[in-house]
Structure formats: C-alpha cells, structure tokens
C-alpha cells in the first residue's frame, strides 16, 4: 500500500493569488494621497486653535491664587479655558473655567490679549496654570 501525500488526503490548497505591479502601484498611491489628508487635516485644524500663554501668578494667600495669562484667538471666536491651582504634591487646589468672547479693539495686540483670573482655593496653592484652552462654539 502507497502512502497518501498530504495533498491527496487533505485536497490542494488555494493557490496564493498575487497581485500585479499596477495594482501594488495604485494602492500605494492611494496610501500617499490619504496619508497627506490627514496631515493637511491636523496642520488646518491646530492651526486655528487658541493658544496661551502663562504670564505670572500670585500665590501668597492661603485662600486664592490670582494667574495672569495672554490669549491668542480669532477675533469672533469664543473661547472655554481652565485654570487650576496646584499644591505643593500636584494636586488640584483650585479650578475655574472662563469664557472669553469678543475682546475691545483697544484691549487686543495682534489677536492677543490679557486675562487675570482670580481663583479659590482649599488650601495654599503652591501654583497656578492654564490648564487647555478650547473653542466654545
């Protein structure tokens, strides 16, 4: 008695179907045309995003913190940010979030204007920072 080879007792398998170079060369081409989308999606979209700048910060009482900080933005954009107080170990003392709209032409340089934010605390800030700034709508 023979032995059967493994194609005749398992039946053949599929036969790996390869693809041609014009077709390798299409979705390559396809890979590029979405990869730079998407750059050109993240470079458009942080481009408008407000941006912060931390100035000072005034920590000497016990019970509040007062945090001074310039913000750039379009000049009808409305603007969230919030502004925590940390300790000494890092932890959130203090939070406060601030809706910015339309700055007075007189108040504004460049797109950038000031903001002085005074914040409660539970206990001595040791700290005071913008924490993000994001479009309100």
């Known amino acids: 008695m023979t032995t059967p080879t493994l194609d005749q007792r398992y039946g053949k398998g599929r036969s790996a179907r390869h693809l041609s170079k014009r077709t390798w060369w299409a979705v390559t081409a396809l890979a590029v045309v979405v990869c730079m989308a998407f750059v050109a999606w993240l470079a458009y979209g942080n481009s408008h995003a407000p941006s912060y700048k931390e100035v000072s910060f005034d920590d000497s009482r016990a019970d509040s913190v007062t945090m001074d900080f310039e913000l750039t933005k379009d000049d009808n954009e409305t603007v969230t940010c919030a502004i925590q107080a940390l300790n000494d170990q ?22 950038t204007s000031s903001h002085r934010v005074n914040l409660r605390t539970t206990s001595q800030a040791h700290t005071a920072t913008v924490e993000s700034c994001w479009s309100a709508g």
């Open 90 to 111: 890092h932890a959130i003392v203090g939070w406060k979030e601030i809706t910015i709209g339309k700055v007075p032409a007189d108040q504004l340089s460049n797109d």
